[in-house]
């Protein structure tokens, strides 16, 4: 991982048993041009014989997720191949950042070089391209994770931490149901240690709309924490979710303007709190069909979303010999 506007240098070797180094030939490629393009000032080969290194310079004020794939030929033909993904950061704030402006369309698991993996459900049904990933609750079945930097984050201490997460959601087709399903959560390094899941659904809402859940766990359900705001399909909304480790406790925002306003939180008490290693997208029937895209996890408020924090609010005025407060805090000075 790299921050926005910084350089990389990778240092790897190359030995064969038939071929001096020197005779070896690495070259590397971009998956992500708009992150990564595919030309000698952003993504070179250094070095010579068996000692070489990769120098990646994303494109400038650049972020998320490129894959890259390092080949080596004897001249004779393509000898080996590593591909892997690199994760370009705009701060240190920032767990995981994914834009899904692929090159090519596929599976998630595949376009990613492995920043997405399976965790349950049938694999590479969840596809990527056009720049967004496609969650069909539909047709498909498959959840997969995505790994946080600096994981696990622990839980049920009291260390006043939150982590969260912010990605635009644009749904094509309605949730089925009433109670539809959930999309997205954050999770442990099991299959079922599920906290935060955003729920989708047509409970509450008006004919033709759909509206947002929160879920603190597993146990929770769409209508334990809903967004009182109709949603429309085929427009963009910003979703963004917050959860305190040291209770579990998660709230909801729709397109915030700010932390300390709108929103919605589920109240209730989690009783499987387990320790966060990654982010989730799930694949489930009943939960419509959405585009996903703009993912960063992180921890702050201001890291996900770009919207700064709330100013402090200011000192009391004073008036004559009394300093004016709120309601009952009016002080005789």
Known sequence: NMLTNTSLTIPFTLTDDHTVATSLTPTVSSGNSLLVPNDLSHVSIGGS?????????????????????????????????????????????????????YDTAG?????????????????RQMKVGAGVVTVDNVA??????????????????????????????????LPTGTNGSYCAHFKDNTTFGFLGRVYASTNNA?????????????????????????????????????IRLTNGVCTLWVNPTSEIS?????????TNLVNIYQYALRESTGGGIMNIDNLKVGTSFTAVTGIASAPPAPPAPSIGGITVGGPGNTNIV
Not at 107 to 123: F, R, V, Y
Not at 263 to 270: A, H, M
């Open 49 to 101: 014989g068996t000692n070489r290194t990769l120098i990646i310079t994303p494109a400038a004020d650049q972020s998320g997720s490129a894959p890259l794939t390092l080949s080596v030929t004897d001249g004779g033909g393509l000898l080996s191949t590593k591909t892997f993904y690199v994760e370009v950061r705009p701060n240190t704030n920032v767990m995981l950042i994914d834009n899904f402006d």
């Open 107 to 123: 599976p998630i698991i595949d376009e990613s070089a492995g920043l997405w993996a399976n965790h349950s459900g049938t694999l």
């Open 140 to 173: 498909n079945s498959e959840d997969v994770n995505a790994p946080l930097l600096g994981a696990p984050y622990v839980t049920n201490v009291a260390n006043n931490v939150s982590l969260y997460a912010a990605f635009t959601l644009h749904f094509t087709t």
């Open 206 to 242: 008006a004919p033709g709309s759909y509206r947002l859940g929160i879920g603190n766990s597993s146990v929770s359900s769409s209508t334990n924490a809903q967004l009182t705001q109709d949603l429309s399909p085929g427009v963009d909304y910003t979703v963004t979710v917050r």
């Open 262 to 270: 709108g929103g919605v939180t589920d109240t209730t008490v989690v």
